[in-house]
């Protein structure tokens, strides 16, 4: 188990290495960045000192290794556009925003999804479960971008329930400012409810058909108890493996979510310098998202081998 | 002895798209208590669905039929409510199925499945007593270190241990009546003698009532005392052991007696084996079911059922061969009428 | 009952019987899936509903005969009405034939990328399960580092690289999407050569060219259709997310994301130009996965009784 993990913590740090590498070389290619845009009015000695600042003037190679020690010291560069801002800043000032509404849209959305998941599987064939399965197909068929801007159009405007935009900040960043986090959250939330409710369903109905189900009902068992006992464990290991692909969808997600609704978040900030070309804040923020996405990957399979014990004894998926 | 069990006209289909498969098309045989009779037949007769329908086991698309009557103890099973049947499995009646590893939960330690039995029925007891009590039925199944074993995941067992562990979980509240569906299909031939020992001495021991459904002849021989042949959904022949073994009255159960190995016959003769394959269930001969297979088929076989011929001493069999018309027909040399 | 006469104890011939016989005539995996998509109203629903879709992106933009393209500066902004059906756009553009110009560009770019993932992630799946071994190890690492980051995000660095076009959206799209299938194709593969119905197969004397269309395509082959089935709608929805980040195609071109886009700017003075492209980008998804969801059923052989 623990060389288990030794080695997936080395790959982890290889694929890290790997994606910070192709960002930069892919950013590299990316034609007119920021910095020209910024310096064509400038006097030619500011725009060399400038370029000398973000050290532009130097061969693609040289930046290559001089990016790379440095995100090694943990300084991952400085934006283009908006002087004094750095990475580093930026993900402390917008990190908290971002994880506050994916925190709230996954917890919503999966327990959610879970319960239908239960609901439609137990009620099998009956208006719940039909219900449940329309339900998930049209979530999952309708982007989040429309429900969003359905729900702003609906109960932001036309009925004034909730703000359109804005964002708890200061002392509420966490908890407070409900009232600006619920339409946000609804509209990330329904993916969620959705992927989770189908695949719970098809995992519980899977399992009720085991023999073991059989064995646990010939002992007297209610169906409450063989559901509880025996179903509902083993059908939440599939499951589980969908969390990864999740977090990731929380991330793109927040693109989307945050542009909607105008959050200040990690997304609307990544998408804006994406359009504005600002590759120093790109290549870090790419580095730092994916660095997360892979933690949270890991961290997945961990809690997996922990759910399952005959994985927890082999030592590793397979 | 009074009776425990009787089944009377069970009939059980499965609706399927291609419509109705008849898989127990009445069946009727009674067990009394602390006896151990054996249900024997081929893949498909019928035998597991009779098993699961005494455990009321049957779910959707599996159907039982208006008319068919399990009682047990004066009760008919089929008509408990869902209380008295959580208390009726378990308690009164347990069942061990084929495949041990699919029939545990994977990941619940082995003991808090036997646990959950004794305090499904015990509902005094606490848990620290019922795990004594686990370890004890694991004990008496012969596990070694039960203590530690009680502990473990049913994939960390060996296969005749898996085994044993269901047994125990079955025979963990002392049930009057334990079915055993083809308990030792999926083991070792030298761990078959042991599971099969094993039942027979638990049976001994607290007096249960076993129904052993197999297909192997040679399993059942030295512990269920009646022996009742089914043939796709039907009772073919029942008696008892010696009865079927040495006097026969069916030409299936004969094809199947020679289809049994046996040390006592020279190298070279070749294994019986019968031809063919059973009928279609979805849509069964109108004769007997047999007929299409059997060497000694008459024109009436495949044109009407045969009636139950009675022996005496319970042995019956259902035959057109025991009709006095048909006395000059050739039969098997076991079936031949010794004057 | 009929009379007993001995006549009818008489012995028939066992060689009457074929014993063997079969007596349910067998039907074939494909029949069989075909027969129980038929069987289920929502998947055949949804299939007249794509057929219906198909057709009207290829006749919906000339129904009108109206110039969908060129400003028309006096008719901005006009609700559904007998001459404008889905009402014009904000510069007097007739937005019942933009829609499904839209939804021809969305279809035919999600149909390319398909097509794309689909053949890219065979021939790399299948390079991996043909040789194993080391080329198997490395080719598994590279599709493992490439899964390892949320697809999104490439697709977003890729758009930033290269100039806004159909191509280059393309393109981007599909840089991840053939993992997965090369993935599936990898194992499904692996798992039939290891299968014992293949070593039958192969030990009853079977050639490798019948073991390939007998065994090796029908099973593959319902993976690829679920995976187009999946795809589909996936792509749609990437390239309507990306054009509303303003990453996809640019505002000038017709496609369903751009239609939302813009659509987006006027909502709350004229929602109908959000409402209708939204509505159709819905319901091609919606159809698209229903069927993809009938499909899944009618292929899954657990589900066959």
Redesign the interface.
């Known amino acids: 188990m623990i060389k288990y993990t030794i080695r997936r913590f080395i790959?982890m740090l290889f694929?890290l290495f790997?994606?910070a590498t192709a960002?930069f070389f892919?950013?590299a290619?990316?034609?007119g960045d920021a910095l020209s845009a910024r310096a064509e009015r400038l006097p030619e000695n500011i725009k060399e000192n400038l370029y000398k600042k973000y050290g532009l003037d130097k061969p693609t190679m040289e930046r290559y290794v001089i990016t790379m020690k440095s995100m090694l010291h943990g300084d991952f560069g400085e934006s283009i556009t908006y002087e004094g801002q750095t990475v580093s800043s930026i993900i402390r000032d917008k990190g908290p925003v971002s994880a506050r509404l994916g925190l709230q849209q996954m917890l919503l959305g999966v327990s959610v999804g879970l319960l239908l998941g239960v609901l439609a599987a137990i009620k099998k064939g009956t208006w719940i479960d039909y219900l449940v399965v329309t339900l998930a197909?049209?979530f999952?068929?309708?982007?989040n971008?429309?429900f969003g801007?359905?729900l702003q159009?609906v109960f932001g405007?036309t009925l004034s329930w909730f703000p359109v935009i804005g964002w708890p900040q200061g002392d509420e960043l966490w908890f407070g400012g409900w009232k600006y986090t619920v339409l946000p959250t609804l509209t990330g939330c329904f993916v969620y409810i959705a992927t989770y409710a189908r695949l719970l369903k098809t995992s519980m109905l899977d399992v009720i058909n085991q023999d073991y189900v059989l064995t646990a009902e010939s002992k007297g068992l209610t169906r409450g108890q063989v559901i509880r006992r025996h179903v509902i464990r083993n059908s939440f290991i599939p499951v589980m493996t969908q969390l990864p692909m999740s977090v990731?969808m929380c991330?793109?997600g927040s693109?989307?979510v945050e542009?909607i609704f105008s959050i200040p978040g990690l997304g609307l900030y990544y998408?804006n310098a994406?359009?504005g070309?600002d590759t120093s804040i790109?290549l870090g923020n790419?580095v730092i998202?994916?660095a997360l996405?892979?933690i949270v990957?890991f961290i997945t399979d961990i809690l997996y081998t922990l759910v399952d014990p005959r994985i927890r004894i082999r030592g590793g998926k397979k | 002895m009074s009776k425990l069990l009787e089944v009377k006209d069970l009939r059980v289909s499965y609706h399927?798209?291609?419509g109705e498969v008849q898989s127990v098309r009445g069946v009727s045989f009674d067990l009394e208590e602390g006896e151990a009779i054996a249900i024997v037949g081929e893949s498909g007769c019928g035998k597991s669905v009779t098993a699961k329908t005494i455990m009321g086991l049957i779910k959707e698309p599996g159907k039982i039929k208006e008319g068919s009557e399990i009682i047990y103890r004066g009760q008919d099973i089929l008509k408990l409510s869902k209380k008295e049947m959580g208390q009726y499995r378990g308690k009164e009646a347990a069942i061990i199925f084929q495949d041990a590893l699919a029939a545990l939960n994977p990941t619940m330690r082995v003991g808090k499945q036997i646990m959950e039995n004794i305090l499904q029925h015990n509902k005094s007891m606490s848990k620290s007593e019922a795990f004594e009590e686990a370890v004890k039925m694991l004990e008496m199944v012969g596990i070694p270190d039960a203590r530690q074993r009680a502990k473990q995941y049913p994939h960390e067992f060996s296969g005749g241990m898996r085994q044993r562990a269901m047994i125990a979980i079955a025979f963990a509240c002392q049930p009057k009546l334990l079915i055993a569906d083809e308990p030792t299909t999926a083991l070792d031939v030298t761990i078959q003698a042991q599971i099969m020992r094993l039942i027979k001495d638990l049976q001994k021991k607290l007096n249960t009532s076993v129904i052993l459904i197999t297909h192997d002849l040679g399993v059942v021989a030295n512990v269920a005392k009646r022996i009742v042949v089914m043939y796709s959904g039907k009772i073919v022949e029942s008696g008892n052991s010696e009865d079927i073994f040495y006097h026969p009255k069916h030409p299936y159960t004969c094809a199947l007696l020679n289809a049994v190995p046996r040390l006592d016959l020279e190298n070279k003769q070749v294994l019986a084996s019968i031809?063919?394959?059973p009928?279609?269930l979805?849509?069964p001969p109108k004769g007997c079911p047999f007929c299409?297979?059997?060497?000694?088929?008459?024109?009436?076989?495949?044109?009407?059922l045969p009636e139950m011929t009675q022996f005496g001493d319970g042995h019956q069999a259902a035959c057109?061969l025991h009709?006095p018309?048909?006395a000059d027909?050739?039969r098997p040399k076991e079936m031949e009428v010794s004057k | 009952?009929?009379e007993?006469?001995?006549?009818?104890?008489?012995?028939?011939a066992?060689d009457r019987?074929d014993?063997?016989v079969?007596?349910?005539p067998t039907i074939s995996y494909w029949g069989d899936a075909w027969r129980r998509l038929k069987k289920n109203p929502v998947a055949m629903f949804s299939l007249g509903l794509l057929i219906l879709c198909v057709i009207m992106t290829i006749i919906g933009p000339y129904i009108r005969g109206l110039d969908f393209v060129t400003v028309n500066g006096v008719k901005k902004n006009l609700g559904p009405s007998g001459e404008f059906w889905f009402g014009s756009d904000s510069l007097g553009r007739d937005l019942f034939s933009r829609v499904w110009m839209g939804a021809r560009v969305s279809i035919i770019v999600a149909v390319v990328c398909t097509a794309i993932q689909i053949i890219v992630g065979c021939i790399y799946g299948g390079i991996m399960a043909y040789y194993g071994g080391i080329v198997d190890e490395v080719m598994m690492r590279i599709l493992?580092?490439i899964t390892?980051?949320?697809?999104?995000?490439i697709t977003?660095?890729?758009?930033?690289?290269l100039?806004k076009s159909v191509g280059a959206l393309v393109f981007a799209m599909c840089v991840t999407a053939w993992c997965t299938t090369a993935r599936q194709i990898r194992g499904q593969i692996m798992q039939l050569r290891e299968s014992e119905y293949v070593m039958a197969a192969e030990c009853l004397g079977a050639s490798p060219m019948r073991i390939i269309i007998k065994h090796m395509i029908p099973n593959t082959l319902s993976i690829l259709i679920l995976n187009v089935a999946s795809s589909i709608?996936s792509y749609i929805?990437t390239e309507?997310?990306l054009s509303?980040?303003?990453?996809g195609l640019d505002s000038n071109s017709i496609s369903l994301g751009v239609l939302?886009s813009n659509g987006?700017a006027t909502?709350?003075l004229y929602?109908y130009q959000?409402f209708f492209p939204?509505l159709a980008?819905?319901i091609i998804?919606?159809a698209f996965?229903?069927l993809g969801?009938g499909l899944r059923d009618a292929l899954d052989p657990r589900l066959r009784?």
């Open positions: 790959t694929t790997i994606i960002t892919l950013l290619a990316v034609p197909i049209v999952i068929s309708v982007p971008l429309v801007l359905l159009k405007g990731a991330i793109t693109f989307f542009n998408v994406v359009s070309r790109v790419t998202i994916a996405y892979i990957i | 399927t798209y291609a031809e063919g394959t009928p279609d979805l849509d299409t297979r059997c060497r000694y088929c008459m024109k009436i076989c495949c044109e009407e057109w009709h018309m048909a027909c050739e | 009952m009929a007993l006469t001995k006549e009818r104890f008489k012995k028939v066992s019987f014993k063997d079969i007596s349910r493992e580092i390892s980051m949320p697809s999104l995000l977003l660095l890729v758009m930033m690289v100039e709608p929805f309507a997310s509303f980040l303003g990453m939302i987006r909502m709350d929602p959000l939204a980008l819905c998804v919606l996965n229903l969801d009784q």
